[in-house]
C-alpha cells in the first residue's frame, strides 16, 4: 500500500535513460552503498569509487546513529521523510533480514511531561507506555520513568557494521569496489557511463548550496545496563538519544549544530552524557570509547534530492537521514534509469 502511494508520485518520463552497460557510482557512504548495490541487483554491471579506505572513518555515515525512525522523525521533518523512510524500511528486511526492528522508545522526565504530550501530537502509530510497561519492555529502566512513547515498528542498524555489509553484498552481486580512488563524476560520465554522485559534501562543486550541519556523538561502554532499542530523551533544549550496540557499547547522540567545526565542544559532551546519567546513574561509571563528529550533508530545504542531468544523476541533501532514507531513494534512482519513473518530491531533472 505504502509503495503504491510513491507510486502515485511518480511520472513518466519520456527522456529516460536507457539501460547502459557500465554504472559508476561515486561515494560508499551509505547513500552510494544502497544505490550500487540496488542497481547491481538490477542487473547491472556497477563500480563503487571512494577516496577514502575500507574503514570509512571520513565519510558522515562513520558517525550516525543509525536509527530507522519514520514515524519519529516526524516530529521535526517533513511528510516526505516518513514516506520515503517507511518503503525504506521494507528494503532494509529484504536486504539484511537480521536487521533489528524493536522499535524505538521515547522518554521524558516529569517536569517535562509537555515535551513528550507535543512529541506525541506531532506523531503517529505510537504507544502510551506507563511505569510498568516500560519495566517490561526495558527492564533497566524500572522506576526510572513515569510515561513513554513506544513506536513498535521502528529499527535501528549499527553503521560500522552495516556498511561494510553493503559493501560485501554488493560485491557478491558482481559490483567492484575501489577505495582510495578520488575521481570527479563529471569526467567518468564524459565515456558515457552512468554515473551516479553521491558525494556528499563532497559534491559542493556541483552543488554550492549544500553545507554541513555538525552532529556530535560519543561512544561510550559499560556492562551494567542493558537496552533493546533506541531511547530518545526529550528536553526543551537538548533531546538526545542513547542507542545500543554490540559489546555493550552504547552511542550518546547527537547534536545539530549550523556549523562546520569537526571538534567536540565541552557544551556538548556535558550535555550528551547527562543524558546518558538521566537514562540510567550506571551510566556514571561508564567509560568514554570515543568522541566524534558528523557533518550531515544538507540542502537549503533540508531535504533529499536526485537531480538527473543527462547521464549524471547526484543524490544528494540527506542530512539527518541518511540511513534512513537510503534505501528507498536508490529504488527511486533505479526505477527512473529501467522506467523513466519520477518522484515528483524528491526528483529533479534537467
Ligand atoms: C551524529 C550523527 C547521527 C546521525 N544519526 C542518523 C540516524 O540515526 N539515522 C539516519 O538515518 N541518519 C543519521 N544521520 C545522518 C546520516 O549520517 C547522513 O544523512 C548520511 O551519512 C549521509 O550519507 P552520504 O552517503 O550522503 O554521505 P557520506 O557518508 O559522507 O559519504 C560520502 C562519501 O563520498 C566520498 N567522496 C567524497 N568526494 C569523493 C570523491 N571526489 N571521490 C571519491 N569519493 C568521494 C567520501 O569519502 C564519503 O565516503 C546522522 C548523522 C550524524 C552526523
Request: charged share 25%; aromatic share 6%.
Amino acid at each position: 500500500m505504502l509503495q503504491s502511494s510513491a507510486q502515485t508520485r511518480a511520472t513518466e518520463n519520456s527522456s529516460n535513460i536507457n539501460p547502459t552497460p557500465h554504472i559508476s557510482v561515486v561515494g560508499a557512504g551509505i547513500a552510494g552503498a544502497w544505490q550500487a548495490l540496488s542497481f547491481a541487483k538490477a542487473g547491472y554491471a556497477v563500480t563503487l569509487f571512494d577516496r577514502d579506505d575500507e574503514a570509512m572513518t571520513q565519510a558522515t555515515s562513520h558517525f550516525a546513529g543509525g536509527m530507522l525512525a519514520p514515524w519519529c522523525e516526524r516530529e521535526a521533518a517533513e511528510p516526505v521523510i516518513m514516506r520515503i523512510g517507511i518503503r525504506s524500511l521494507d528494503l532494509w528486511r529484504e536486504a539484511l533480514p537480521d536487521t533489528p526492528f524493536n522499535g524505538s522508545l521515547v522518554v521524558a522526565h516529569s517536569r517535562d511531561r509537555s515535551e513528550l504530550e507535543r512529541f506525541a501530537k506531532m506523531t503517529t502509530e505510537h504507544q502510551r507506555l506507563d511505569a510498568e510497561g516500560i519495566a517490561a519492555l526495558e527492564p533497566a529502566l524500572e522506576g526510572r520513568f513515569r510515561e513513554a512513547l513506544f513506536f513498535p515498528d521502528e529499527g535501528h542498524v549499527e553503521p560500522r557494521r552495516v556498511l561494510p555489509d553493503l559493501h560485501d553484498k554488493l560485491t557478491k552481486a558482481g559490483g567492484t569496489i575501489r577505495f582510495k580512488t578520488e575521481c570527479n563524476p563529471r569526467d567518468l560520465a564524459k565515456d558515457g557511463n552512468l554515473v551516479v554522485d553521491c558525494r556528499g559534501l563532497g559534491a559542493r562543486d556541483q552543488e554550492p548550496n549544500l553545507r554541513g550541519v555538525k552532529g556530535e556523538m560519543i561512544l561510550i561502554t559499560t556492562p551494567d545496563v542493558q537496552l533493546a532499542r533506541p531511547v530518545r530523551v526529550l528536553h526543551p533544549r537538548w533531546p538526545l538519544y542513547l542507542i545500543p550496540r554490540e559489546n555493550n557499547l552504547f552511542m550518546l547522540g547527537a547534536t545539530s549544530i549550523e556549523s562546520e567545526d569537526k571538534s567536540v565542544s565541552v557544551r556538548s559532551a556535558l550535555e550528551l552524557l547527562t543524558a546518558a546519567y538521566v537514562v540510567h546513574p550506571a551510566f556514571a561509571e561508564a567509560r568514554i570509547v570515543e568522541m566524534g563528529v558528523g557533518l550531515r550533508p544538507a540542502l537549503p530545504d533540508n531535504l533529499p534530492r536526485i537531480t538527473i542531468e543527462k547521464n549524471h544523476i547526484s543524490v544528494n541533501g540527506l542530512y539527518r537521514h541518511g540511513f534512513l532514507l537510503a534505501p528507498a531513494l536508490a529504488e527511486l534512482t533505479v526505477n527512473f534509469v529501467q522506467r523513466g519513473l519520477i518522484d515528483n518530491e524528491v526528483m529533479q531533472c534537467s
